[in-house]
C-alpha cells in the first residue's frame, strides 16, 4: 500500500526558533496533502490542505505566516513552524491519497518547544 | 454547527468479546464516513470507509454500518484481542475532497 513518511519523528527545540517538518508520499504522486494537528487526548484537527505548486489553503483560526506550508513537489510537502512558541508544541501529522477515498496518514512528528 | 461526537470514555471489553463502538454527526451530509485506528504516539491507520448508499461494510473482524437518517456509525469488532486495544477515529469529509474531519475518538480496551 502507500506509504507516507514523516521526518523528523520527533524534534525539540528552543523558543523563538523555526522548525520544518518533511512530509513525503513514498510511491504515489500527491497533489494535495494535509496537515493536521493533534494536542493530548484530542482530535485530529485539520491545519491547512498542501497544494502543488500553488499556495495552501489554511483552516480558520491557523496562521498562516506562523505555519508555513510548501509543496513544491509531488512527492513532498513541508511545514514550517516559525518562531514557534510553547503552545505550539504538539503532534502534527500530514496526510495524501492518490486513488479513489484512500487517505494515507504519516507516521506523525512530535514537536517539543523548550 | 457541524458535529462529530464519539463517546469519550473508554471502552472495557474481555477477549473474544464484540466491542461496538459508535459514531454521531450533526449538520453534515457526507458523502462517506471512514473510521481509522490510532495507536499512541502513531499518525491513524485507514481501516474501512462506507459510503453514503451503503448500509453496511465489512472487512475480516471489522463491521462498519451507516444509518445516514439517525446520523450514525457504528463499528463492530468481533472475537475481540488485546491487539485490537487503541483508539477508534471516524471521520467525514468536510468541504473538500480527502479533507477529513474527525471524531474525538473512543479507546477501546480489550482485556485477555
Known amino acids: 500500500g502507500a506509504v507516507v513518511s514523516q521526518h523528523p519523528s520527533w524534534v525539540i527545540c528552543k523558543s523563538g526558533t523555526s522548525v520544518k517538518i518533511e512530509c513525503r508520499s513514498l510511491?504515489?504522486?500527491?497533489?494535495?496533502m494535509f496537515w493536521y494537528r493533534q494536542f493530548p487526548k484530542q482530535s485530529l484537527m485539520l491545519m491547512a490542505t498542501s497544494n502543488e505548486g500553488s499556495k495552501a489553503t489554511y483552516e480558520q483560526g491557523v496562521e498562516k505566516d506562523k505555519f508555513l506550508i510548501n509543496h513544491a513537489s509531488l512527492t513532498l510537502s513541508t511545514l514550517t513552524v516559525t518562531s514557534a512558541h510553547p503552545e505550539d508544541s504538539s503532534f502534527y501529522i500530514c496526510?495524501?491519497?492518490?486513488?479513489?477515498?484512500?487517505?494515507?496518514f504519516g507516521e506523525g512528528s512530535w514537536l517539543t518547544v523548550v | 454547527s457541524q458535529k462529530i461526537e464519539q463517546n469519550s470514555e473508554a471502552l472495557n471489553i474481555q477477549e473474544g468479546k464484540t466491542a461496538t463502538l459508535t459514531c454521531n454527526y450533526t449538520n453534515y451530509s457526507p458523502a462517506y464516513l471512514q473510521w481509522y485506528r490510532q495507536d499512541p504516539g502513531r499518525g491513524p491507520v485507514f481501516l474501512l470507509l462506507i459510503r453514503e448508499n451503503e448500509k453496511e461494510k465489512r472487512k475480516e473482524r471489522l463491521k462498519v454500518t451507516f444509518d445516514t437518517t439517525l446520523k450514525q456509525s457504528l463499528f463492530h469488532i468481533t472475537a475481540s484481542q488485546p491487539a485490537d486495544s487503541a483508539t477508534y477515529l471516524c471521520?467525514?469529509?468536510?468541504?473538500?475532497?480527502?479533507?477529513?474531519?474527525f471524531g474525538t475518538g473512543t479507546r477501546l480496551l480489550v482485556s485477555p
Open positions: 496526510s495524501g491519497g492518490s486513488s479513489g477515498n484512500t487517505i494515507y
Open positions: 510511491d504515489f504522486q500527491a497533489t494535495t
Open positions: 471521520a467525514l469529509e468536510g468541504t473538500g475532497f480527502q479533507k477529513l474531519v
